[in-house]
Structures are given as C-alpha cells and as structure tokens.
C-alpha cells in the first residue's frame, strides 16, 4: 500500500512539474511574440536581395532575444508594388524597403534621397552626404511626417544604360528610344534621347525586336538576369544615377510602443543589414560584369571631359524641378548645392 501511495504521488509530482514547465514555455513563448512585425520587400522569395531583408528580420529577432518577431513578406505577398508605403503608413504591415520610385506622389523628396540622374557612385561621398552634411535629418522628418520612423538606409549599385549601338559620345543618344522611367527619362530626353517607360520583363522583347534601342537597369544584376547583353551589346561608361540610397521605415505607432533599449537593438541591425547590402552588392555587381563581359559585353570609351561635362549638366537641369516639389525636396536639393561649391 504504501510503494503504492509512493508510486502515485511520483506521478503526481511527475505531471505538476510538466504542467508547470508548460505553463513556463507558454510565458515565453507569449513573451517572444509580444511585437510581431511584418516586413515588405519588393524582392522575390528566394532571391540575393531577398534573403538580405530575411537576414535583417532574423537578425532584429535574435538582437531582441525573440521579443520582436518578423514576418517577411516577398514581393507577391500580400502587398503590392506600389501599396507598400502606403501600408506601413497605415500599419497594414509594420516595416518595410520601399522604392522610392514607386511613390513620388506620396513622398517627393524619396526622388531626391534614392539619387537624382548624373548623381555620384561614390558610396563613402554618399555615407557623408546623408551622416554628416544633413542628408539624413532631413529624411528622418520627410518620413515622420507621413508617420513612418527612417533607419539606417542602405546603397546598392549605380544605374547603367545598355544600348544596341555603341556610344562614342553624348551626340550618340540622339533620338535613341531607350527605356528609362521617371526621373532617369527626364535625364536623357535633356541628352536628345526619347525616353519609354516599359515594365522589365518587356526589355529583352523590346530590344529584340527594335521597339527600343537601349535600357537601363536597376543595377548591373538587373541586366544579367533579363539576359540583355543577348540584343544589346554596349554598356556606356558613366553611371545614369550614381549609386542608389533606399531606406528602411517602421510605422511610427508600433516603434513608440518599443523599449529604448528594443529601438537600439532594431536600428543595430539595419546598420549591419545596410554594411552587408553595400558588400554583397559590390560582389554580385562584379559577378554580374564578368558574366555578362564573357557574352560578349562591350564598355564604350572613356568619356570626354566636355561629355563628363554635359552629363553633370543634364542631371543638375533637374534640381530646380524637384527642389520645387516640397519642403523637403528643396531642403535636400540645397544640400546638394552647398557641397558642390566645396
């Protein structure tokens, strides 16, 4: 009777401290879900840049012991293309990576912060444009007003025109059809160009067939992986855009819910996500001209100083446009202004 007793009280005991490891892992588990994120990308699942912004989520995860957990939504997702702003305004999704292209209406001076054309591809030029002469502080308010919270941005590699036809100077873009959207458009009509807005799985086609004569690309990858060098040979020498700067946001609500010592670990980890988007795109951008150099790629020759000149030209011809477009633009347009008399 009484091993009998024993036994059940061991069972007993046995269960009560399961019950009560369970009810210690429900603690934690409530306590590793306290801020559940979800983060917006423009990239597809899967690809280079796309398991970047999967790393940064994990990593925001790690740094905060599990207490922020993010949700990374690929393009495709759930969010649209041109809506991802708009819902991380709205709190739809709590972070996101826009492209700042896709909202000029919605934030103007996001024209001006990615790089106007003619801009330079000098990342250390651009880490002190936006750290040291203002850049940055003019974005953190340009953001605030539309709710958001701006983090560490990061740069990817400049913007580069593809053509069917070499160029052997500025002359050479006259009357040439070439697919650049937006801002980049504006650019080249100032060279003589005739500028086409085409969505990217339509270049290949376009340049095949001789609906246009030349395209540019996001960066070098963009142009490797839509195979263009197969029916566009010739690659011009000075970059369209200089290399991009494009932001990391949060909806300010859910950031003012943070802990200072959680908005520390969060804006870590975009600096460290900003350093390995720099590095990797540089090594892919790299990877990108020796594949497409061995099909047969072709650089035009070094520009002339009257063309580096009339390129300068073409894109300063755009400050006074966007300068006009808010308070913000203007702001980062005088910017620009100061540090070119230096």
Same mark, same amino acid.
């Given at each position: *009777? ?13 269960? #009560? ?8 892992? *429900? ?53 649209? /293309? ?18 700042? #292209? *896709?909202?000029?209406?919605? $934030? ?30 003019? *974005? ?10 701006? $983090? ?56 095949? /067939? ?51 010592? $959680? ?6 980890? /975009? ?51 966007? #300068?006009? /477009?808010?308070?913000? #633009? ?13």
């Amino acid at each position: *009777m009484f091993n009998l007793f024993s036994k059940i009280k061991k069972n007993l005991m046995a269960t #009560s401290i399961v019950a009560l490891l369970g009810l210690v892992t *429900m603690v934690d588990t409530a306590s590793a879900a306290e801020y559940n994120w979800r983060f917006a990308n423009l990239y597809g699942r899967g690809t280079a840049f796309g398991e970047l912004y999967k790393d940064l989520a994990a990593d925001i995860e790690k740094r905060t012991n599990g207490a922020i957990k993010v949700q990374v939504l690929f393009s495709g997702e759930g969010v649209g /293309t041109s809506g991802v702003l708009g819902a991380a305004k709205s709190g739809l999704i709590t972070m996101a990576a826009p492209f700042q #292209s *896709m909202h000029a209406g919605e $934030l103007p001076s996001g024209i001006v912060e990615i790089g106007l054309p003619g801009g330079t591809a000098d990342t250390e030029e651009l880490y002190k444009l936006f750290h040291e002469q203002g850049f940055g502080d003019v *974005m953190k308010k340009a953001y605030d007003a539309q709710g958001l919270v701006w $983090l560490e941005p990061y740069i990817q590699p400049a913007v580069y025109i593809i053509t069917k036809k070499p160029i052997n100077s500025i002359a050479d873009f006259q009357g040439l059809k070439i697919r650049a959207p937006g801002a980049y458009g504006k650019f080249l009509r100032e060279l003589g160009a005739s500028p086409v807005s085409l969505a990217w799985s339509e270049i290949y086609t376009s340049l095949a /067939t001789g609906v246009i004569d030349g395209s540019i690309g996001s960066n070098m990858i963009d142009h490797r992986d839509g195979n263009h060098v197969e029916v566009a040979k010739y690659m011009y020498k000075l970059p369209l855009a200089g290399a991009q700067v494009l932001p990391i946001v949060v909806n300010k609500a859910a950031w003012n819910k943070l802990s200072d010592d $959680l908005k520390k670990e969060v804006y870590a980890a /975009t600096v460290d996500h900003a350093k390995a988007q720099l590095e990797n795109s540089k090594k892919w951008e790299k990877e990108a001209i020796d594949q497409m150099t061995a099909k047969g790629l072709q650089w035009s020759p070094e520009p002339s100083d009257a063309d580096k000149a009339a390129w300068k030209k073409a894109g300063a011809g755009l400050w006074d446009e966007y #300068s006009s /477009t808010d308070k913000y #633009s203007k702001e980062l347009i005088d910017i620009l202004r100061k540090n070119e008399t230096k």
